[in-house]
T-cell receptor, first 112, second 115 residues
Framework: AQSVTQPDIHITVSEGASLELRCNYS??????LFWYVQSPGQGLQLLLK??????LVQGIKGFEAEFKRSQSSFNLRKPSVHWSDAAEYFC??????????FGPGTRLSVLP | DSGVTQTPKHLITATGQRVTLRCSPR?????VYWYQQSLDQGLQFLIQ???????AKGNILERFSAQQFPDLHSELNLSSLELGDSALYFC??????????????FGPGTRLTVL
């Protein structure tokens, strides 16, 4: 069965600083990997996804993520954070079929 | 807008009562997932339906049940409500086994408050 860990429960960065949110997964085959963002009081919105091919994937809102099979990681990055990026971020892994697992989430706070 | 709709947006009720939450998936999506999100438990998978049949069960209490109808909309029934059932309930839909993988699209959620 798949599992996902997000080691950082809460991260605070200054506006304009770079950001990296960590995600590690456990899955025996090639995973389908996702990052979702949830703004306060809102539903989850897909930021980006990886299925195959180029291991560096670009998403919406200037986010990117890199799949590293050797490290079982799919870390999310953004070169310059905006105040509007403050939200909860969820990493998820699927098998392309019925199974889909979310990580516990990382809350991002942005200082002005 | 994900294309997934949920009603009602807010629900306030009393302990011991029963409520029904409704979800309409994106057009063409056959699979519906229900999640509960509370402050202390995070995002918890409850149950999944695919084309009217139950496919997977997560941390769903026996007091809770769900179904998916022939038109593919789904309902989550919560009974004998307790204070601890207060949470955001999300519905998501996807097309499993498609070439694009089982990416899930989330509705805006129903906020349930049990007093």
């Amino acid at each position: 069965a798949q599992s996902v860990t997000q080691p950082d429960i809460h991260i605070t960065v200054s506006e304009g600083a770079s950001l990296e949110l960590r995600c590690n997964y456990s899955y025996g085959a090639t995973p389908y990997l996702f990052w979702y963002v949830q703004s306060p009081g809102q539903g989850l919105q897909l930021l980006l996804k990886y299925f195959s091919g180029d291991t560096l994937v670009q998403g919406i809102k200037g986010f990117e993520a890199e799949f590293k099979r050797s490290q079982s990681s799919f870390n999310l990055r953004k070169p310059s954070v905006h105040w509007s990026d403050a939200a909860e971020y969820f990493c998820a892994v699927g098998d392309g079929g019925q199974n889909f697992v979310f990580g516990p989430g990382t809350r991002l706070s942005v200082l002005p | 807008d994900s294309g997934v709709t949920q009603t009602p947006k807010h629900l306030i009720t009393a302990t011991g009562q029963r409520v029904t939450l409704r979800c309409s998936p994106r057009s063409g999506d056959l699979s519906v997932y229900w999640y509960q999100q509370s402050l202390d438990q995070g995002l918890q998978f409850l149950i999944q339906y695919y084309n009217g049949e139950e496919r997977a069960k997560g941390n769903i209490l026996e007091r809770f049940s769900a179904q998916q109808f022939p038109d593919l909309h789904s309902e989550l029934n919560l009974s004998s409500l307790e204070l601890g059932d207060s949470a955001l309930y999300f519905c998501a839909s996807s097309v499993p086994l498609s070439g694009a993988g089982n990416e899930q699209f989330f509705g805006p959620g129903t906020r349930l408050t049990v007093l």
